[in-house]
């Protein structure tokens, strides 16, 4: 399915469906109105966030240079199928990039040798990951505030894992029995996943006024995302990377992601701003970080900046 209008930037903003670990994906398209196939670049959102919070916040800004965008929501989250529903997979999301990925290829769209991955928080850490193990035409990332070592991040929230392992223990005969059960992503009532002040001001006052958004994951994503640690992967990456971080971050610590970037073996570009985790959603810096990289994957992906 596909709906798409034209945008008086140059470009048009197009909404489709692709497969996806036997469901179907939703996703949106930013082309640019140029001949020819020119480079592409598919991104996703940070935990359980929708592609809606800012896929127009970025899409334009790579799409304006020539580069063709796809956002996407992973597999039951968002407008994607899926079930169940908010369960947090990391290494599933990294499939459904993958499939966006080959998507794109596919699409006649764009040159399937030269295609960008882009990933923000939780997402960042996968295109460590997906640099680190890359598909054939993927030539560079960007990583914004990545979360690199998932288990580090929560002995900074708790002192130890006991408590995470106890809040997944608390639904662990529903899940087993395939009967969902739920935490919120951030409460000021109860146990929450994410418990900055910084996340839950983002996650209640933006992110919630996306229709699609859900506040809340399955408990049986804990023990999956403990586990998942995209800078053990660090010295795998020989692809050019630029990274963002912010340095009053108190959601994905900033010194893990310099100590994870320090030991790639690509290029690694490193723009840093005083600001917090969230702050880099907010205008202007989000629109000055959406151009600077934009121009950057136009160097990477053989366009002029």
């Known amino acids: 399915m596909r709906c798409a209008r034209a945008l008086s930037s140059g470009f048009k903003r197009e909404e489709v469906w692709f497969p996806c670990g036997g469901v179907k994906c939703h996703g949106i398209l930013y082309k640019p109105v140029t001949a020819g196939k020119g480079p592409g670049l598919v991104m996703a959102m940070g935990f359980g966030m929708v592609k809606e919070a800012h896929a127009d916040d970025y899409g334009p800004a790579f799409a304006s240079r020539g580069i063709t965008v796809l956002a996407f929501d992973y597999r039951r989250w ?3 199928e899926g079930e169940p529903r908010q369960a947090l997979y990391p290494m599933d999301q990294v499939s459904d990039y993958r499939c966006a990925i080959r998507f794109l290829q596919d699409s006649g769209l764009v040159d399937p040798e030269r295609i960008c991955v882009w990933g923000t928080s939780f997402s960042g850490g996968h295109v460590i990951t997906l640099l680190a193990f890359p598909q054939p035409g993927v030539r560079c990332g960007i990583a914004q505030v990545p979360n690199v070592y998932s ?7 708790f002192g130890s894992l006991e408590p995470v392992m106890q809040l997944a223990e608390a639904g662990r005969s529903q899940c087993c029995r395939g009967e969902p059960a739920y935490i919120p992503v951030v409460s000021r009532e109860g146990p929450a996943v994410i418990l900055t002040e910084e996340a839950y001001k983002y996650y ?5 006024k996306y229709e699609s958004f859900v506040n809340r994951v399955t408990l049986d994503s804990i023990d999956r995302i403990l586990a998942y640690n995209p800078g053990d992967y660090a010295h795998l990456v020989e692809k050019p990377l630029l990274m963002i971080i912010a340095s009053k971050d108190k959601t994905t610590p900033p010194s893990l992601a310099r100590e994870v970037a320090g030991r790639m073996k690509g290029e690694v570009d490193i ?3 005083d600001a917090g985790h969230f702050d880099i959603y ?3 810096l989000i629109g000055e970080i959406a151009e600077r990289e934009a121009e950057w994957a136009a160097r990477r992906l053989g366009l002029h900046a």
């Open 78 to 80: 968002g407008r994607s």
């Open 151 to 157: 288990y580090k991040t929560a002995l900074e929230y």
């Open 204 to 208: 209640t006052e933006e992110a919630s």
């Open 271 to 273: 723009l840093e701003y």
């Open 282 to 284: 907010k205008p202007p």
